[in-house]
């Protein structure tokens, strides 16, 4: 599934929009003008923009959360998401979910969700209504190594393997439940190893190459439509900031030098390097898309800082559907 230059164009624009919001967000929150806390998503943007890429009308996500990312991806508005982060009510969630609780269910996205692990159980009851509805549609799944280990995720994969649900389970491993290394809470290497126990493939995918996330996640998405079940789609990746926030908490996890070697490795600039070899997208032109997309972040920031806190006596609304 070889990408045009307009899937190229696409993914690149995808990518920076994701990087410049989290970078924005960082920032903000750094200076405390954003209250409580951020997981950024600054690094991965590869994996986010390559799975949705292949999602359209009537697909779902479900996030994390370190979801910002993925609701960029599917085609998240900026004014709405910073306006959410900054507790305004002209936020996705009218102000009272904050960054963890992001969503917007006409593009899709059930929610990121602040309980690790949250999200399997979630994304298996969508892609069963969609199998029960004879639909065309797939749900994504995006979740990290540590929730893995999660029950709530063997169940759901066990669920998603014996009805061949139409879901492709994004595993974004970016070596870390938290600040605990992967060899540390997990005997194996490879979670992609995980699915043969529920009966469905399981893809490793260098989630640092945008193309190779595509072209895989692309394979089960167009797997997942025809019927035949669900893929384990793990993405090698990492994330450049910390855990919470930019700067972190103080825990001292991981080298400088491992951080610096993942950074040269930068989704972003690998891509950018692959459109100029192919001449399709050149410096000028790269810093093009990215002054349009800072504009885009900046209007946005504008807006939501003049946007009104929530109403209190709107405290209760929206608590229960209705």
Known sequence: MTPSPETLLDLHRRMLRIRLFEEEAGRLS?????????????????????????????????????????????????????????????????????????????????????????????????AFSNKYRKTQNVTACFFGDGASNEGSFHEAANMAGLYRLPLIFVCENNGFGEFTRQDRHQAIRDIADRAAGYGFPGVVVDGMDVIAVYEAAGEAIARARRGEGPTLLECKTYRFYDHVGVRGMGVVYRSDDEVRAWRERDPITLLERRLAELGILDAPGAAAVRDQVHAEVREAVAFAEASPFPDPATLTEDVYAS
Do not use: W
Request: negative net charge; charged residues 15%.
């Open 30 to 126: 750094e200076a405390g003008r954003i209250p409580g806390a951020l997981h950024l998503y600054v690094g991965e943007e590869a994996v986010a923009a390559g799975v949705a890429a292949h999602l359209g009308q009537g697909d779902q996500v479900t996030s994390t959360h370190r979801g910002h990312g993925h609701l960029v991806a599917v085609g998240g508005d900026f004014r709405r998401m910073f306006a959410e982060l900054f507790g305004r009510a002209t936020g996705y969630c009218r102000g009272k979910g904050g960054s963890m609780h992001i969503a917007d269910m006409d593009l899709g996205m059930l929610g990121a969700n602040g309980i690790v692990g949250g999200g399997p159980p979630i994304a298996v009851g969508a």
